[in-house]
Every structure is written in C-alpha cells, then in structure tokens.
Antibody
Framework: EVRLVESGGNLVQPGGSLRLSCVIS????????MHWVRQVPGKGLEWVSS????????AYADSVRGRFTISRDSARNSLYLQMDSLRPEDTALYYC??????????????WGQGTPLTVSS | QSVLIQPPSASGTPGQRVTISCTGS????????LYWYQQLPGMAPKLLIS???QRPSGVPDRFSGSVSGTSASLAISGLRSEDEAYYYC???????????FGAGTNLTVL
C-alpha cells in the first residue's frame, strides 16, 4: 500500500523558515517524481514544486521560486520542502504527492493527508 | 484566474449524467496529458482520471474522461450522492514549466 506521511507543519512568523518532510512507503521511491501541492482551506489546489526521480530536475511555482527548495533523500525514503522568507499567503495545507512516473510532467497518483502551515505574527 | 478554466459548479439528480469541462491551451492540454482529481469533503484529493481517459484501478466505470484539442471533459454517469465533491483538472504547462490546476468544480447531487 502506498503511504505518504507529511510532517513539519507549524505556526511560523512572517519572514521565518520551516522544513516540511514526507516519508513514503509502499513503492520504490527512486522510480518516481515527487511533488508538493498546497491548498488554502476552502480554496482550490495550487502546485508548489516538483522534483524528478534523480533530483536532476526541479520546478517551482512563481509564487515560491527563490524562497522554497525541494529535495529528496532516497536513503531515508523522504521528500522535503525547505521554506524560507515565509509570507502570510503561504498559509495552507501542504500535500506530499507521488508522481505516476519518472518525469515531473506526468501526473500525480497518490496524495498524503497534508501538513498545515500557518504564517502569522 | 486559473490557467485551466472550469465551471465553478455543476449539479444533477441521482441517475443522471453530468459533464464538467476544463479549457486550457496549446501549452498544457494541447500538448500534455490531462488529469482529473476528486476531493471529497475533508479529504485529500484522489486521482480519478489519468492520462486524458485512463481510469485507475478502483475507479468506477461511471467516470470517464476525454480530450479534444485544448479542452477536456469529465463525464459522470449514473450520478450517486457519494459523487458530491470538488473536481479538479490538472496538466503540465510548458510555458510556465509547472503544473496548472483548474479552480475546481463543486458537484452537487440534488
């Protein structure tokens, strides 16, 4: 069974930093691209970032480029999102999402339950 | 305004067939696969239709997807109360070098 378990969400002050983690199980981590998608409560889905199977390709939404960094660690079966210079508009539920294949342009097939981030003073 | 355009709402009565549209452009739907996701209240999204028209294992054949040019449609036949949810379309966009989602369609079963 595919499982994606996010952690690290918290209350952070504007300008602060936080790292989200996602531990996976039930599939071969190295064989799939991975993604982060966020959702403001009551609003729609917003893609945040994607990373290819071998970390060679990374992509970011314009709203987070230069502030967020995606990474993965195959030894720990983990996906990360380092978030710096946080803004109130980053407040959302952050989902860890498994890609269907190696490349980042292939869709998402499994979602975690999300970890909440609140950016507020 | 979302890059992929969906109607904000749709509705039908039990047993009816409803369709939800998703309109994009040559940089997304016109070139890359289109995906549909279902989000039930309080739940994480779930893959409903993959690669334009493929149903993952476990998705009832009441759900079907199609793409024509730069537009896509999700059809739900034999509508059931448990189909009440938000439905999102998504595709890779090579002009933006990233994923784009529709704003979501809230399906109500009357």
């Amino acid at each position: 069974e595919v499982r994606l378990v996010e952690s690290g969400g918290n209350l952070v002050q504007p300008g602060g930093s936080l790292r989200l983690s996602c531990v996976i199980s039930g599939f071969t981590f190295d064989a799939y691209a991975m993604h982060w998608v966020r959702q403001v409560p009551g609003k729609g889905l917003e893609w945040v970032s994607s990373i290819g199977w071998d970390s060679d390709f990374k992509a970011y939404a314009d709203s987070v480029r230069g502030r967020f960094t995606i990474s993965r660690d195959s030894a720990r079966n983990s996906l990360y999102l380092q978030m710096d210079s946080l803004r109130p508009e980053d407040t959302a539920l952050y989902y860890c999402v498994k890609g269907e294949g190696l490349g980042t342009s292939i869709g998402f097939d499994h979602w975690g339950q999300g970890t909440p981030l609140t950016v507020s003073s | 305004q979302s890059v992929l355009i969906q109607p904000p709402s749709a509705s039908g009565t039990p047993g009816q067939r409803v369709t939800i549209s998703c309109t994009g452009s040559s940089s997304n739907i016109g070139t890359f696969f289109l995906y549909w996701y279902q989000q039930l209240p309080g739940m994480a999204p779930k893959l409903l239709i993959s690669k334009n028209n493929q149903r993952p294992s476990g998705v009832p054949d009441r759900f079907s997807g199609s793409v024509s040019g730069t537009s896509a449609s999700l059809a739900i036949s034999g509508l059931r109360s448990e189909d009440e949810a938000y439905y999102y379309c998504a595709a890779w966009d090579n002009s933006l070098s990233g994923w784009v989602f529709g704003a979501g369609t809230n399906l109500t079963v009357l």
